[in-house]
């Protein structure tokens, strides 16, 4: 379980370790891995509208680390071990003001599917979010989504509701929730030598096929905020910067 110390997780977020990623706060130089990474229509098919554009994801990011800072919401990279390039994002945010119940979203590059990274990067956000009071993580996914809702199942998340017509406002979403108190991590199924071999493969091949996104610089000026929710209901009106 994540013990945090101070400075407080507003002020500084932690990286979170696992046995093949870290999982960190996103940041500035993020912004063209994470628009290849939105711009696969496997990755955004079940999500709102993203970035289209660098200069966009860079003011993503610039809203993120404001929201991180006014301690409403943390978005985290997910970065194998050995680069610096993300494959992934999580998103936590607070669903009321004290942080105690929060949503997730998340999306992670194709190639990296069912090589249980996503498995392993969710318990390290999940664990992150106890360590600082949350109570309950809830999680909306489209019906159609299998891989999406079976992901959630898989980390032991409870299925809870059906909501009509609420993607877009016109598809249904299954609810998930993780509650603290009854949650504990996930302890994969022992693997053969040959499973571990395969998903070690897996795991290498995507590595290598990953297309190489620049790390782009900081600029000297703020680029304008651009609010981004992964989860965000069409009638929300957008929050301020």
């Not at 105690?100 to 599917?113: I, Q, T």
């Not at 109570?135 to 989504?145: D, F, G, P, S």
């Not at 032991?156 to 609420?166: D, H, I, P, Q, T």
Request: hydrophobic share 45%; aromatic share 12%; net charge negative.
């Amino acid at each position: 379980m994540i013990e945090l110390d101070a400075p407080d997780w507003w002020a500084q977020v932690p990286v979170l370790s696992g046995p093949s990623i870290r999982i960190r706060e996103v940041e500035a130089a993020d912004a063209a891995a994470l628009l290849e990474l939105f711009g696969d229509p496997r990755v955004h098919q079940y999500l709102y509208t993203p970035p289209s554009s660098l200069t966009q994801f860079e003011g993503f990011i610039e809203w993120a680390q404001r929201q991180r800072e006014a301690a409403k919401c943390v978005c985290f990279v997910v970065v194998p071990n050995g680069l610096q390039q993300p494959i992934g994002l999580f998103q936590l945010r607070a669903l009321e003001a004290e942080f105690h119940v929060a949503e997730w979203g998340f999306a992670m590059m194709p190639s990296f599917w069912s090589t249980g990274l996503f498995d392993e990067a969710a318990t390290l956000v999940a664990e992150f979010a106890f360590a600082i009071g949350v109570k309950r993580i809830e999680a909306r996914a489209v019906v159609e989504n299998g891989r999406a809702n079976r992901a959630l199942e898989k980390i032991g998340a409870k299925g809870e509701a059906l909501l009509r017509k609420a993607f877009k406002l016109n598809e249904p979403q299954f609810l998930w929730a993780i509650v603290a108190d009854e949650w504990s991590p996930p302890k994969p199924a022992p693997s053969t030598p040959f499973e571990a071999a395969k998903l070690r493969a897996q795991i290498a091949r995507a590595l290598a096929e990953l297309p190489v996104a620049p790390r782009t610089i900081k600029h000297p000026w703020a680029p304008p905020p651009f609010p981004f929710f992964l989860t965000r209901q069409a009638d929300e009106p957008p929050e301020d910067s």
